[in-house]
């Protein structure tokens, strides 16, 4: 069974450009999740989908941030503009019927520098 | 308070020792997670449990539900279990809080 992919692994950009990350879940996951984890710290939600609506955004910084889930399968996170505290790892998850039953599956995450 | 507390914070075990990690949460359930990171890499799911206690391999996880608490052990300590160790839980409408996680260190 393929895993959670994300793209791209790495990017470094200069503060106030965009950037945009790719997520594709687990086959047939209907919950996914983006997160933001900052070096050091744990995980922190950006937003949650299950298929393609949004079940919570409210840590989504909506003046740069932005996320859509076209047709409930993959997803994209986009920044902009960028700051410098942007710079963390966004990981994408997936889970079949959301955390109430699902177990989670992580992607190995995008790391994102900001200069 | 956070909804989810872990202790230790950090943990440092001599190879072949029995390491316990706590977590206790504050809020209503349906499942609690036990994730794995090691530096740099992505987060593996160890454990999903709802209820008692499940194994594989070298690792325990435990849950006490009326107490809200729960437990992962490792058994034989290796150098490769050296890692963050994050307690997560499914509370209401499929949201997931993460605890602050353990950072462990098993030094040969």
């Known amino acids: 069974e393929a895993g959670v992919a994300q793209s791209p692994r790495y990017k470094i950009i200069e503060k106030r450009q965009s950037v945009a990350f790719w997520c594709n879940p687990i086959?047939?996951?209907?919950?996914l999740y983006w997160y933001q984890q900052i070096l050091g710290q744990g995980p922190k939600l950006l937003i949650q989908?299950?298929?393609?609506?949004?079940?919570?955004d409210s840590q989504l910084p909506k003046d740069r941030f932005s996320a859509e889930r076209l047709k409930g399968v993959d997803s994209t996170l986009k920044i902009q503009p960028a700051k410098l505290e942007d710079s963390a790892v966004y990981l994408c998850?997936?889970?079949?019927?959301?955390?109430?039953?699902?177990?989670?599956?992580f992607g190995e995450g995008s790391r994102l520098t900001v200069l | 308070k956070n909804e989810v507390e872990q202790s230790p914070q950090n943990l440092t075990a001599q190879e072949g020792e029995f390491i316990t990690i706590n977590c206790s949460y504050s809020?209503?359930?349906?499942?609690l997670h036990w994730l794995q990171q090691h530096p740099g890499g992505g987060i593996v799911s160890l454990f999903m449990?709802?209820?008692g206690k499940k194994k594989h391999g070298r690792l325990i996880a435990t849950i006490n539900i009326q107490e809200k608490h729960s437990s992962l052990h490792i058994t034989a300590s290796h150098p490769r279990d050296s890692a963050v160790y994050i307690c997560?839980?499914?509370?209401?409408?499929?949201?997931?809080?993460f605890g602050p996680g353990t950072s462990l260190s098993v030094i040969p």
């Open positions: 998850a997936s889970s079949y019927m959301g955390g109430v039953t699902g177990e989670l599956f």
């Open positions: 086959s047939g996951h209907a919950t």
């Open positions: 989908f299950q298929n393609n609506g949004v079940v919570d």
């Open positions: 809020v209503g359930i349906s499942a």
């Open positions: 449990l709802s209820s």
């Open positions: 997560a839980v499914s509370a209401s409408y499929d949201k997931v809080i």
